[in-house]
Protein backbone atom coordinates (compact mmCIF):
# COMPACT_ATOMS: atom_id res chain seq x y z
CA UNK A 1 0.00 0.00 0.00
CA UNK A 2 1.23 3.67 -1.05
CA UNK A 3 1.61 6.22 1.35
CA UNK A 4 -1.05 9.34 0.97
CA UNK A 5 -0.42 11.58 -1.52
CA UNK A 6 -0.41 14.23 1.01
CA UNK A 7 2.57 12.50 2.82
CA UNK A 8 6.10 13.12 1.87
CA UNK A 9 7.65 10.24 0.35
CA UNK A 10 10.10 9.56 2.85
CA UNK A 11 12.67 7.00 0.86
CA UNK A 12 13.37 10.00 -1.02
CA UNK A 13 14.03 11.90 2.05
CA UNK A 14 15.65 9.95 3.77
CA UNK A 15 18.04 10.40 0.72
CA UNK A 16 18.50 14.15 1.45
CA UNK A 17 18.61 12.90 5.05
CA UNK A 18 21.66 11.27 4.73
CA UNK A 19 23.42 14.98 4.97
CA UNK A 20 20.28 16.87 6.19
CA UNK A 21 18.77 14.09 9.57
CA UNK A 22 20.85 12.88 12.28
CA UNK A 23 18.38 12.42 14.74
CA UNK A 24 18.11 9.09 17.04
CA UNK A 25 18.31 7.43 20.15
CA UNK A 26 22.12 8.68 20.90
CA UNK A 27 21.58 12.25 20.49
CA UNK A 28 17.90 12.61 21.91
CA UNK A 29 18.51 14.47 25.38
CA UNK A 30 18.11 11.94 28.08
CA UNK A 31 15.71 14.50 29.60
CA UNK A 32 13.46 14.44 26.42
CA UNK A 33 14.03 10.72 26.04
CA UNK A 34 12.10 10.41 29.88
CA UNK A 35 9.51 13.06 29.15
CA UNK A 36 8.40 10.37 26.08
CA UNK A 37 8.65 7.43 28.57
CA UNK A 38 6.51 9.15 31.43
CA UNK A 39 4.03 10.33 29.37
CA UNK A 40 0.76 10.18 28.24
CA UNK A 41 -0.84 8.63 31.29
CA UNK A 42 -4.61 7.63 29.87
CA UNK A 43 -6.72 7.60 32.92
CA UNK A 44 -6.81 11.14 33.84
CA UNK A 45 -8.80 12.73 36.59
CA UNK A 46 -10.50 9.99 38.17
CA UNK A 47 -14.72 10.34 39.51
CA UNK A 48 -13.61 9.64 43.13
CA UNK A 49 -13.44 12.77 43.35
CA UNK A 50 -15.77 15.42 43.45
CA UNK A 51 -14.22 19.17 44.04
CA UNK A 52 -16.76 21.68 46.06
CA UNK A 53 -16.82 23.91 47.87
CA UNK A 54 -18.88 25.51 51.31
CA UNK A 55 -19.12 29.11 52.11
CA UNK A 56 -19.66 30.68 55.39
CA UNK A 57 -21.59 33.47 54.51
CA UNK A 58 -21.24 34.81 57.91
CA UNK A 59 -17.38 35.52 57.53
CA UNK A 60 -17.61 36.62 53.97
CA UNK A 61 -16.93 40.54 55.29
CA UNK A 62 -19.16 43.59 53.87
CA UNK A 63 -17.02 45.01 51.12
CA UNK A 64 -13.89 42.44 50.97
CA UNK A 65 -13.82 41.32 47.59
CA UNK A 66 -10.63 40.04 47.71
CA UNK A 67 -11.17 36.83 46.37
CA UNK A 68 -13.15 38.41 43.21
CA UNK A 69 -9.33 39.90 42.80
CA UNK A 70 -7.10 37.09 43.59
CA UNK A 71 -9.66 35.12 40.98
CA UNK A 72 -9.01 37.88 38.04
CA UNK A 73 -5.32 37.56 38.59
CA UNK A 74 -5.14 33.81 38.85
CA UNK A 75 -7.31 33.31 35.70
CA UNK A 76 -5.61 36.02 33.85
CA UNK A 77 -8.94 37.92 33.80
CA UNK A 78 -7.00 41.39 34.47
CA UNK A 79 -5.31 41.14 31.61
CA UNK A 80 -8.69 41.89 29.26
CA UNK A 81 -8.46 45.52 28.04
CA UNK A 82 -11.36 47.16 28.10
CA UNK A 83 -12.28 48.43 24.07
CA UNK A 84 -11.73 51.59 23.07
CA UNK A 85 -14.60 53.98 23.89
CA UNK A 86 -16.79 51.64 25.53
CA UNK A 87 -18.92 53.01 27.69
CA UNK A 88 -18.55 52.01 31.58
CA UNK A 89 -22.20 50.63 31.81
CA UNK A 90 -21.38 48.35 28.83
CA UNK A 91 -17.65 47.40 30.38
CA UNK A 92 -19.29 46.72 33.66
CA UNK A 93 -22.37 44.77 32.05
CA UNK A 94 -20.39 42.63 29.43
CA UNK A 95 -16.61 42.23 31.07
CA UNK A 96 -16.00 38.63 32.37
CA UNK A 97 -16.61 37.68 35.91
CA UNK A 98 -16.11 34.10 37.50
CA UNK A 99 -16.92 34.96 40.97
CA UNK A 100 -19.18 38.21 41.98
CA UNK A 101 -20.00 39.20 45.59
CA UNK A 102 -23.75 39.22 45.97
CA UNK A 103 -25.15 41.44 48.59
CA UNK A 104 -28.62 40.52 50.06
CA UNK A 105 -30.94 42.07 52.38
CA UNK A 106 -33.85 40.54 54.67
CA UNK A 107 -36.19 43.53 54.37
CA UNK A 108 -38.16 42.38 57.02
CA UNK A 109 -35.78 42.54 59.61
CA UNK A 110 -32.77 44.32 57.96
CA UNK A 111 -30.29 41.67 58.09
CA UNK A 112 -27.39 41.55 55.48
CA UNK A 113 -26.06 38.46 53.98
CA UNK A 114 -22.88 38.77 51.59
CA UNK A 115 -21.66 35.79 50.05
CA UNK A 116 -19.45 35.03 46.71
CA UNK A 117 -21.12 33.72 43.63
CA UNK A 118 -19.71 31.59 41.10
CA UNK A 119 -20.31 28.48 38.92
CA UNK A 120 -22.17 25.91 41.69
CA UNK A 121 -20.23 22.91 39.48
CA UNK A 122 -23.86 21.01 39.67
CA UNK A 123 -23.74 17.49 39.27
CA UNK A 124 -26.52 17.74 36.85
CA UNK A 125 -25.34 21.18 34.72
CA UNK A 126 -28.20 22.86 32.76
CA UNK A 127 -25.58 24.31 30.62
CA UNK A 128 -24.30 21.10 29.71
CA UNK A 129 -27.75 19.94 28.91
CA UNK A 130 -28.40 23.23 26.15
CA UNK A 131 -24.96 22.93 24.78
CA UNK A 132 -25.27 21.90 21.03
CA UNK A 133 -22.43 20.97 20.52
CA UNK A 134 -20.83 19.44 23.43
CA UNK A 135 -18.46 21.95 24.23
CA UNK A 136 -19.90 22.53 27.94
CA UNK A 137 -18.75 19.38 30.24
CA UNK A 138 -18.61 17.81 33.84
CA UNK A 139 -15.04 16.47 33.97
CA UNK A 140 -14.81 13.27 35.76
CA UNK A 141 -14.19 15.22 39.20
CA UNK A 142 -17.13 17.08 39.07
CA UNK A 143 -15.79 20.19 37.89
CA UNK A 144 -18.15 21.77 34.82
CA UNK A 145 -15.94 23.49 32.31
CA UNK A 146 -16.25 24.98 28.89
CA UNK A 147 -14.12 23.04 26.02
CA UNK A 148 -12.87 26.25 24.10
CA UNK A 149 -12.26 24.56 21.06
CA UNK A 150 -15.45 23.53 20.25
CA UNK A 151 -17.64 26.10 21.75
CA UNK A 152 -19.36 28.31 18.95
CA UNK A 153 -20.63 31.18 21.17
CA UNK A 154 -24.20 31.13 21.42
CA UNK A 155 -24.30 30.74 25.01
CA UNK A 156 -27.58 28.84 25.34
CA UNK A 157 -25.38 27.81 28.43
CA UNK A 158 -25.54 31.16 29.78
CA UNK A 159 -29.48 31.57 29.35
CA UNK A 160 -29.73 27.85 31.38
CA UNK A 161 -27.32 28.57 34.40
CA UNK A 162 -29.59 29.65 36.94
CA UNK A 163 -27.04 31.16 38.93
CA UNK A 164 -25.83 33.65 36.26
CA UNK A 165 -22.27 32.13 36.43
CA UNK A 166 -21.01 32.35 32.95
CA UNK A 167 -19.34 35.11 30.79
CA UNK A 168 -18.96 36.07 27.02
CA UNK A 169 -15.99 37.05 25.53
CA UNK A 170 -16.97 40.06 23.61
CA UNK A 171 -13.72 40.84 22.04
CA UNK A 172 -10.25 40.22 20.66
CA UNK A 173 -8.00 39.08 24.29
CA UNK A 174 -4.10 40.33 23.77
CA UNK A 175 -2.75 38.45 26.14
CA UNK A 176 -3.20 35.45 28.09
CA UNK A 177 -2.24 33.61 31.17
CA UNK A 178 -0.81 29.88 29.93
CA UNK A 179 -3.48 28.03 32.25
CA UNK A 180 -6.05 29.70 31.44
CA UNK A 181 -6.23 30.56 27.64
CA UNK A 182 -9.11 33.27 26.49
CA UNK A 183 -10.42 34.27 23.37
CA UNK A 184 -13.17 36.03 21.67
CA UNK A 185 -16.47 34.03 21.26
CA UNK A 186 -15.98 31.24 24.06
CA UNK A 187 -18.25 31.29 26.91
CA UNK A 188 -16.05 30.65 30.37
CA UNK A 189 -16.75 30.23 33.94
CA UNK A 190 -15.11 29.51 37.39
CA UNK A 191 -13.53 26.19 36.64
CA UNK A 192 -12.42 26.01 40.28
CA UNK A 193 -8.92 26.89 39.68
CA UNK A 194 -8.64 23.69 37.49
CA UNK A 195 -4.84 24.12 36.21
CA UNK A 196 -4.11 24.41 40.40
CA UNK A 197 -5.75 21.07 40.51
CA UNK A 198 -4.16 19.29 37.77
CA UNK A 199 -0.80 20.41 38.89
CA UNK A 200 -1.65 18.58 42.13
CA UNK A 201 -2.83 21.69 44.24
CA UNK A 202 -5.76 21.72 46.42
CA UNK A 203 -6.96 24.83 47.28
CA UNK A 204 -8.50 27.65 44.40
CA UNK A 205 -7.56 31.52 44.57
CA UNK A 206 -9.91 32.93 46.03
CA UNK A 207 -10.18 30.25 48.96
CA UNK A 208 -6.54 31.73 49.69
CA UNK A 209 -7.51 34.92 49.67
CA UNK A 210 -9.93 35.04 51.63
CA UNK A 211 -7.88 32.83 53.92
CA UNK A 212 -5.01 35.39 54.06
CA UNK A 213 -7.47 38.56 54.73
CA UNK A 214 -8.06 36.36 57.87
CA UNK A 215 -11.67 35.59 57.02
CA UNK A 216 -11.83 31.43 56.45
CA UNK A 217 -15.15 31.89 54.40
CA UNK A 218 -14.65 29.93 51.60
CA UNK A 219 -13.45 25.81 52.96
CA UNK A 220 -12.66 24.12 48.93
CA UNK A 221 -12.07 20.16 48.86
CA UNK A 222 -13.06 16.48 48.15
CA UNK A 223 -17.02 16.25 48.93
CA UNK A 224 -16.32 12.12 48.19
CA UNK A 225 -14.13 11.69 50.66
CA UNK A 226 -15.55 11.63 54.46
CA UNK A 227 -12.40 12.34 56.03
CA UNK A 228 -11.98 16.25 53.88
CA UNK A 229 -12.49 18.98 55.77
CA UNK A 230 -15.33 20.03 53.71
CA UNK A 231 -17.19 16.62 53.68
CA UNK A 232 -16.64 17.29 57.83
CA UNK A 233 -17.68 20.34 57.63
CA UNK A 234 -20.78 19.59 55.63
CA UNK A 235 -21.68 16.98 57.61
CA UNK A 236 -21.83 19.35 61.06
CA UNK A 237 -23.47 22.14 59.98
CA UNK A 238 -26.65 22.81 58.40
CA UNK A 239 -25.74 24.14 54.47
CA UNK A 240 -27.81 24.98 51.82
CA UNK A 241 -27.53 24.71 48.18
CA UNK A 242 -28.91 28.01 46.20
CA UNK A 243 -32.05 27.58 44.24
CA UNK A 244 -32.24 23.80 45.74
CA UNK A 245 -35.73 23.34 43.89
CA UNK A 246 -33.70 22.38 40.99
CA UNK A 247 -32.48 19.42 42.09
CA UNK A 248 -28.85 20.15 40.49
CA UNK A 249 -27.03 19.25 43.81
CA UNK A 250 -24.53 21.66 43.72
CA UNK A 251 -21.03 21.73 44.54
CA UNK A 252 -20.84 24.52 46.30
CA UNK A 253 -23.09 24.77 49.03
CA UNK A 254 -23.54 27.72 51.85
CA UNK A 255 -23.87 28.26 55.61
CA UNK A 256 -26.19 30.67 56.95
CA UNK A 257 -28.35 31.58 54.37
CA UNK B 1 37.54 15.19 -27.78
CA UNK B 2 39.35 15.79 -24.68
CA UNK B 3 38.25 19.08 -24.02
CA UNK B 4 34.42 18.04 -24.55
CA UNK B 5 35.11 15.30 -21.82
CA UNK B 6 36.97 18.41 -19.50
CA UNK B 7 33.83 20.22 -19.73
CA UNK B 8 31.67 17.31 -18.77
CA UNK B 9 33.73 16.74 -15.58
CA UNK B 10 33.50 20.43 -14.88
CA UNK B 11 29.90 20.95 -15.11
CA UNK B 12 29.34 17.13 -13.57
CA UNK B 13 31.32 19.10 -10.58
CA UNK B 14 29.71 22.26 -10.46
CA UNK B 15 26.06 20.58 -10.93
CA UNK B 16 27.40 18.34 -7.71
CA UNK B 17 28.70 21.46 -5.60
CA UNK B 18 25.12 22.90 -6.32
CA UNK B 19 23.62 20.50 -4.85
CA UNK B 20 25.87 20.30 -2.12
CA UNK B 21 25.29 23.91 -2.00
CA UNK B 22 21.69 23.31 -2.12
CA UNK B 23 21.88 20.88 1.05
CA UNK B 24 23.59 23.14 3.50
CA UNK B 25 21.25 25.63 2.46
CA UNK B 26 18.45 23.08 3.60
CA UNK B 27 20.33 21.95 6.94
CA UNK B 28 20.63 25.57 7.42
CA UNK B 29 16.62 26.33 6.81
CA UNK B 30 15.50 25.48 10.30
CA UNK B 31 12.71 28.08 11.61
CA UNK B 32 14.35 27.53 15.49
CA UNK B 33 15.04 30.96 16.49
CA UNK B 34 18.31 31.93 18.22
CA UNK B 35 17.58 33.16 21.68
CA UNK B 36 15.15 30.36 22.45
CA UNK B 37 15.13 27.37 24.45
CA UNK B 38 15.00 25.45 21.93
CA UNK B 39 18.28 26.37 20.21
CA UNK B 40 20.22 24.70 22.82
CA UNK B 41 18.10 21.53 22.76
CA UNK B 42 19.20 18.74 19.88
CA UNK B 43 16.10 17.36 19.31
CA UNK B 44 12.28 18.34 19.72
CA UNK B 45 10.04 15.93 21.45
CA UNK B 46 10.66 13.77 18.43
CA UNK B 47 12.31 13.27 15.24
CA UNK B 48 11.59 17.32 13.67
CA UNK B 49 10.55 15.60 10.21
CA UNK B 50 7.81 13.55 12.50
CA UNK B 51 6.83 16.46 14.10
CA UNK B 52 7.29 19.26 11.36
CA UNK B 53 4.76 17.01 8.90
CA UNK B 54 2.04 15.77 12.11
CA UNK B 55 2.46 18.79 14.94
CA UNK B 56 -1.23 20.17 14.32
CA UNK B 57 -2.50 16.20 14.55
CA UNK B 58 -0.53 15.64 17.51
CA UNK B 59 -1.99 18.75 19.62
CA UNK B 60 -5.15 18.59 18.53
CA UNK B 61 -5.25 14.55 19.92
CA UNK B 62 -4.11 15.41 22.93
CA UNK B 63 -5.69 18.81 23.54
CA UNK B 64 -8.47 17.36 24.01
CA UNK B 65 -6.90 14.68 26.68
CA UNK B 66 -5.96 17.95 28.56
CA UNK B 67 -9.29 19.71 28.78
CA UNK B 68 -11.53 16.69 28.74
CA UNK B 69 -10.03 14.12 31.00
CA UNK B 70 -7.07 16.71 33.25
CA UNK B 71 -4.28 15.32 31.44
CA UNK B 72 -1.47 17.53 31.72
CA UNK B 73 1.70 15.52 30.87
CA UNK B 74 0.70 14.54 27.36
CA UNK B 75 3.77 13.82 25.15
CA UNK B 76 2.48 16.89 23.28
CA UNK B 77 2.02 20.14 24.73
CA UNK B 78 1.30 23.65 22.87
CA UNK B 79 2.59 25.11 26.29
CA UNK B 80 5.64 23.31 25.69
CA UNK B 81 5.89 24.63 22.43
CA UNK B 82 5.66 27.98 23.45
CA UNK B 83 8.15 27.42 26.20
CA UNK B 84 10.85 26.22 23.98
CA UNK B 85 10.16 28.23 20.81
CA UNK B 86 9.68 31.33 22.43
CA UNK B 87 12.72 34.28 21.61
CA UNK B 88 14.27 36.84 24.25
CA UNK B 89 15.29 39.58 23.34
CA UNK B 90 18.73 41.34 24.74
CA UNK B 91 16.62 42.52 27.51
CA UNK B 92 15.24 39.04 28.14
CA UNK B 93 11.78 39.86 27.48
CA UNK B 94 9.84 36.63 25.06
CA UNK B 95 9.07 37.71 21.86
CA UNK B 96 5.33 36.05 20.96
CA UNK B 97 5.82 33.12 19.11
CA UNK B 98 3.46 34.49 16.26
CA UNK B 99 5.14 37.65 15.58
CA UNK B 100 6.57 38.17 12.31
CA UNK B 101 10.08 35.91 11.70
CA UNK B 102 9.12 33.96 14.88
CA UNK B 103 9.09 30.39 15.18
CA UNK B 104 5.68 29.79 14.43
CA UNK B 105 4.63 32.42 12.21
CA UNK B 106 7.63 31.95 10.26
CA UNK B 107 6.73 28.72 8.71
CA UNK B 108 2.82 29.66 9.11
CA UNK B 109 3.21 32.37 6.69
CA UNK B 110 5.62 30.62 4.13
CA UNK B 111 3.45 27.87 3.44
CA UNK B 112 0.06 29.91 4.00
CA UNK B 113 -1.47 28.16 6.72
CA UNK B 114 -3.52 30.45 9.11
CA UNK B 115 -2.76 30.62 12.85
CA UNK B 116 -5.04 30.42 15.22
CA UNK B 117 -3.52 28.66 18.14
CA UNK B 118 -2.79 31.95 19.85
CA UNK B 119 -5.93 33.95 18.95
CA UNK B 120 -6.80 32.09 22.75
CA UNK B 121 -3.67 30.13 24.35
CA UNK B 122 -0.85 32.24 25.37
CA UNK B 123 1.97 33.54 23.23
CA UNK B 124 4.90 33.88 25.09
CA UNK B 125 5.58 31.51 28.45
CA UNK B 126 4.43 32.41 32.00
CA UNK B 127 6.91 34.45 33.80
CA UNK B 128 7.34 37.40 30.86
CA UNK B 129 10.11 39.16 32.51
CA UNK B 130 12.70 36.29 32.01
CA UNK B 131 12.61 35.03 34.86
CA UNK B 132 12.19 31.35 34.20
CA UNK B 133 14.83 28.92 33.18
CA UNK B 134 14.92 29.75 29.79
CA UNK B 135 18.62 28.73 28.58
CA UNK B 136 19.65 31.58 26.49
CA UNK B 137 23.30 33.09 25.04
CA UNK B 138 25.37 29.95 26.91
CA UNK B 139 24.68 26.43 25.58
CA UNK B 140 22.91 27.61 22.39
CA UNK B 141 26.77 28.94 21.00
CA UNK B 142 28.02 25.40 21.30
CA UNK B 143 25.30 23.54 19.06
CA UNK B 144 25.17 25.79 15.76
CA UNK B 145 22.73 23.14 14.04
CA UNK B 146 20.34 25.56 15.16
CA UNK B 147 18.02 23.27 17.74
CA UNK B 148 16.14 20.73 16.02
CA UNK B 149 17.76 20.37 12.87
CA UNK B 150 20.97 18.09 13.87
CA UNK B 151 24.60 19.14 11.69
CA UNK B 152 25.87 17.46 8.77
CA UNK B 153 28.58 15.95 10.88
CA UNK B 154 26.59 13.44 12.71
CA UNK B 155 25.65 10.15 11.61
CA UNK B 156 22.18 9.25 10.90
CA UNK B 157 20.92 6.86 13.19
CA UNK B 158 17.62 6.50 11.86
CA UNK B 159 17.58 3.93 9.53
CA UNK B 160 14.86 4.24 6.19
CA UNK B 161 12.49 1.60 7.52
CA UNK B 162 12.39 3.31 11.05
CA UNK B 163 11.48 6.34 10.03
CA UNK B 164 9.04 5.26 7.50
CA UNK B 165 7.19 2.77 9.80
CA UNK B 166 7.63 5.66 12.50
CA UNK B 167 5.78 7.84 10.03
CA UNK B 168 3.78 5.57 8.94
CA UNK B 169 2.08 4.53 12.58
CA UNK B 170 1.99 7.89 13.63
CA UNK B 171 0.19 8.97 10.30
CA UNK B 172 -2.71 6.02 11.51
CA UNK B 173 -3.05 7.04 14.68
CA UNK B 174 -3.75 10.67 14.21
CA UNK B 175 -6.32 9.42 11.66
CA UNK B 176 -7.80 7.21 13.94
CA UNK B 177 -8.60 9.98 16.84
Known sequence: MSHNSDQPDLRRRDFIGKTVLAAGAASIAPGVMLTMANAGSDEGVSSKVRWGMLIDTNKCADGCSACVAACNQ????????????QSDAMWDAQRPQWVRKVKLKDNLTGEITNLP?????????????????GASFKRADGLVLVDRHTCIGCRYC??????????????????????????????ESCTLCVQRLDAGDQTTACQDACNREGHQ?????DLKNPDSEIARALKAYHSRQIRADLELNTGVRYTNI | ????????????????????????????????????????LETCVAPTAEIRRNHMDYLKHDRD???RKGIRDTRFSLAECVQCHAERDSAGTYKPVNAEG???????SYVAVNLTCFQCHSKTP??????????????????????????VDRSLSLSRDELARLHAATHTTSRGN
Open chain 2, 102 to 108: QFCESCH
Open chain 2, 1 to 40: MGSLTGFRRFARMALGGALLLLATGVVGDSAVTEGSKAAG
Open chain 1, 74 to 85: ENGIDLIERPAG
Open chain 2, 65 to 67: ATV
Open chain 1, 117 to 133: MMCQHCEHPPCVDVCPT
Open chain 1, 158 to 187: MMACPYKARSFIHQDVASQRTGTPRGKGCV
Open chain 1, 217 to 221: AILFG
Open chain 2, 126 to 151: EGANGNSSAGVGGGAGELRALGLLPS
